[in-house]
């Protein structure tokens, strides 16, 4: 079972910026996959933005425009660089792998990291 570590979260104003991070330790990373998705209170969690091993994204339409989702093969890390935040982004967020985008877009994954909380407030 790989470990996944998401890091960047905080506290940020309204149109602020926040670069989230995600590791996959022991992960042969480059064949995988990689997605973000996110958690607001008394919600369920959703899908945010994807990466292919081929380096294709695609995003909610909730955030198209406004994030970008990257990864570094090399360091087994994927990168979500969020800006013009806005309240509604508030969540846990967090990242998981996958073969397929199929599994990538439903979310059903067994396990998940503990995710980083993104506050968006004035």
């Known amino acids: 079972q790989v470990q996944l570590v998401e890091s960047g979260g905080g506290l940020v104003q309204p149109g602020g910026s926040l670069r989230l991070s995600c590791v996959a330790p022991?992960?042969?990373?480059?064949?995988?996959?990689m997605g973000w998705y996110r958690q607001a209170p008394g919600k369920q969690r959703e899908f945010v933005a994807l990466?292919?091993?081929?380096?294709?994204?695609d995003y909610a339409d909730s955030v198209k425009g406004r994030f970008t989702i990257s990864r570094d093969n090399a360091k087994n890390m994927v990168y979500l660089q969020m800006n013009s935040l806005k309240p509604e982004d508030t969540a846990v967020y967090y990242c998981?792998?996958?073969?397929?985008?199929?599994?990538?877009?439903?979310?059903?994954?067994?396990?998940w990291g503990q995710g980083t909380q993104v506050t968006v407030s004035s």
């Open positions: 022991g992960l042969l990373f480059s064949l995988y996959a």
């Open positions: 990466i292919t091993n081929s380096r294709s994204t």
């Open positions: 998981n792998y996958a073969p397929s985008t199929t599994t990538i877009y439903s979310g059903s994954f067994p396990h």
